[in-house]
């Protein structure tokens, strides 16, 4: 891909069209990076054991982001499970920049095992637990981890006459 053209839609440029051109020419195009994405060993693999337990993969579709002078590719991915009252249900994010694709938890995991060539917490995981689904607390400069508490009130409205 050598170009692309988008519609900017905030404030005064509302509508504007805009010429991007690539600094990179060898950045693969949109169905190139959907290919890339598919034959990935370690998420085709996810997506075949998901399929395979009855559930439905859903890939939503590529999104093209210019990242400096490299186009980075993202695909939403969602399970839909088996039955009539299901409904699809978010389950990771695929990325592709230049010929290497990943699965992440989300965006930001997905752009940093890419930018620093190291795996998701997706790939990384070796236990069958979704490490998605998984909030690690922060850590302090010093080491520690912060803890806090949380107060939670319920409410009951009351239903009268008014």
């Known amino acids: 891909m050598s170009a692309f ?5 905030d404030g005064d440029n509302y509508g504007k069209l805009v010429l991007y051109q690539v ?18 060993q370690f998420i085709s693999s996810q997506f075949t054991l998901l399929g395979s337990a009855g559930s439905r993969v ?5 999104q093209l982001i ?14 839909l499970g088996e ?19 990943v ?9 940093n095992a890419l930018t620093s060539n190291t795996p998701t917490r997706l790939q990384a ?9 998984t909030a690690s607390p922060p850590v302090t400069p010093g080491g520690s981890t912060p803890t806090t ?12 006459r008014p």
């Open 125 to 133: 995981s070796q236990n069958r637990t979704n490490p998605c689904n």
């Open 58 to 62: 859903i890939q939503g579709n590529v």
């Open 103 to 111: 699965l992440g938890c989300d965006i930001t995991d997905a752009t």
């Open 23 to 40: 600094p990179n020419t060898s950045a693969p195009s949109p169905g190139q990076a959907a290919t890339l994405i598919q034959s990935d």
């Open 83 to 101: 039955g009539t009252s299901t409904f699809p249900r978010y389950l990771a994010v695929a990325a592709a920049v230049g010929n290497r694709a």
């Open 149 to 160: 508490s949380t107060t939670t009130t319920t409410t009951t409205p009351s239903v009268g």
């Open 5 to 9: 053209v988008f519609a900017q839609s």
């Open 66 to 79: 210019p990242i400096g002078n490299a186009i980075m590719y993202l695909r939403p991915v969602w399970v």
